[in-house]
């Protein structure tokens, strides 16, 4: 099952930025945070991972809590090609497994 | 090639035949997945190859599923008799290990009739 919750959906306006959600409460200290995207008709695309330090890739930023029991996914300016599911997933490094919950799907509106 | 290939795209077939869905995975990378997903929900993991053999297969759902990596790079997802029930999107993805950085094909669509 899925250890990690957020949203079923969300919103975001063309050009600003989006801030999505995601708690894992139950983390261990050896967990990652993954997130991964799908837009239709596709299959996954992975975006960013992180340990415990906030990280900043090209795609985007993820911002971890202090106590790690929550993070977020920082898209800087939306564009309409961000329109898609994002998973937040919790991973043990040594467990190749990821499990995949249902998402948050994002809308961005023109 | 740059990506993972999965073929066919689109598979329909009737209930009770046997169906084949290819990966063809990144050159070089070690690990290969399999996942499904039905309409309106994530990716539900399958089984996991390192190299050619099975490093987990929890997520099998019975003995009518089977998946092989002989040589440790293209890999078969084959399924038995198959029921309206297996309808779904089969994902294949590769990794070169470490990290969990996975990346996908577009997936394999299998209607069952």
């Known amino acids: 099952d899925a250890k990690t919750t957020q949203p079923n959906s969300m919103e975001s306006n063309e050009e600003e930025p989006v801030h999505l959600p995601c708690n894992h409460s139950t983390i261990s200290g050896t967990d990652y945070i993954h997130w991964y995207r799908q837009l239709p008709s596709q299959g996954p695309e992975y975006v960013i991972h992180?340990?415990?330090s906030n990280v900043n890739n090209r795609m985007a930023s993820l911002a971890i809590a202090e106590d790690r029991k929550s993070s977020t996914l920082i898209l800087h300016r939306a564009t309409l090609r961000d329109a898609a599911v994002y998973y937040c997933?919790?991973?043990?490094?040594?467990?190749?497994?990821?499990?995949f919950g249902t998402g948050t799907r994002l809308t961005i509106i023109p | 090639g740059a990506g993972v290939s999965q073929t066919p795209s689109n598979k329909v077939t009737e209930k009770g035949k046997y169906v084949e869905l290819r990966c063809d995975p990144i050159?070089?990378?070690?690990?290969l997945y399999w996942y499904r997903q039905s309409l309106g929900q994530g990716p539900e993991f399958l089984i996991y190859f390192q190299g050619t053999g099975a490093a987990d297969d929890s997520g099998l759902p019975n003995d009518r599923f089977f998946a092989v990596r002989p040589e440790g790079s293209v890999s078969t997802l084959k399924i038995q008799r198959t029921e309206r029930g297996d309808s779904a999107v089969y994902l294949c993805a590769s990794s070169n290990g470490g990290a969990n950085v996975l990346t996908f094909g577009a997936g394999s669509r299998l209607t069952v009739l």
């Open positions: 050159s070089g990378h070690t690990a």
């Open positions: 997933i919790q991973a043990n490094f040594g467990n190749e497994k990821l499990t």
């Open positions: 992180g340990l415990t």
